[in-house]
């Protein structure tokens, strides 16, 4: 498993990206009812769009622009800057030394941090720059990611071919014990992996029992940019796992023994 490198979904002709005819955040959130999902807290509505969350995207490589990057898109698009506590909405973390620039990977960097914040505008985002896309590397952000206080979900947008050692890394896939989420009370991590667009075979992590498998699809909106329908990606990855079929508990006593080694080398600073 260590031997190998991920890959990241290639960047094929997505509406979602552009300007028009692209999708804007505004449509986006409407046509899922986002903008219409209002929590309970005592006598106060609380809106569906992320406060008091962190997502962290784990990606490999540096995205020196990505902060800059972000400012542009989110002015575009009419989205705050500032998350709920009022910090600026996206804060990085590297290894030591930082990881060399790869163009591909800083343009899916953007398209994960860009199109988190269209989706969850009030949230805070953690971006963790592995090293490079060895699942040694990854695996290190993973780790490092899901520790983090307030994180509730951890993006994953890369897959790898399986392997028989994927069942002892599903733990990294899991949450830490005692840890704090979101809005500093206690809770679980959701770990999202994108399926991949190369249609079967399936690829890890998105097999994992312990992950939500996103797959692609293409959105229909009315002339009132409602919900009219959608069709998912001819290419879109999935099928049978060839190792995973349930939960394995062997991975929580092999992680107590590597964890503490792998949370080195992480340095955090802002956007």
């Avoid at 796992?241 to 991975?251: I, K």
Wanted: some cysteine; proline content about 6%.
């Amino acid at each position: 498993m260590t031997s190998h490198r991920a890959f990241i979904e290639p960047l094929e002709s997505r509406q979602l990206l552009s300007l028009p005819p692209g999708l804007s955040p505004h449509e986006i959130r409407h046509a899922y009812g986002l903008d219409h999902v209002l929590f309970s807290n005592s006598k106060h509505p609380i809106h569906a769009n992320g406060a008091g969350q962190t997502i962290a995207i784990v990606d490999a490589y540096d995205a020196p622009n990505i902060a800059h990057d972000l400012r542009i898109f989110s002015k575009t698009f009419h989205l705050p800057i500032k998350d709920a506590n009022g910090d600026f909405v996206l804060s990085k973390a590297t290894t030591n030394p930082k990881p060399r620039t790869d163009p591909g990977w800083a343009l899916e960097i953007s398209l994960d941090v860009e199109w988190a914040h269209a989706i969850a505008p009030r949230a805070h985002i953690l971006l963790v720059e592995a090293a490079s896309p060895s699942n040694t590397n990854l695996l290190n952000a993973i780790d490092y990611a899901r520790r983090q206080k307030g994180v509730s979900a951890v993006s994953l947008s890369w897959g790898g071919n399986e392997s028989p050692f994927e069942q002892y890394y599903d733990g990294y896939l899991t949450t830490p014990g005692g840890h704090m989420g979101g809005a500093n009370l206690r809770g679980g991590v959701t770990f999202v992996s994108s399926s991949g667009d190369s249609g079967a075979p399936a690829s890890w992590p998105a097999v994992s029992p312990n992950v939500v498998a996103v797959g692609g699809t293409t959105l229909q909106l009315n002339s009132k940019k409602d919900y009219a329908g959608e069709t998912a990606w001819a290419g879109s990855g999935g099928g049978f796992s060839v190792y995973e079929t349930s939960h394995h508990r062997r991975t929580r006593c092999f992680l107590r023994r590597r964890s503490q080694i792998r949370l080195r080398g992480f340095r955090f600073h802002s956007g």
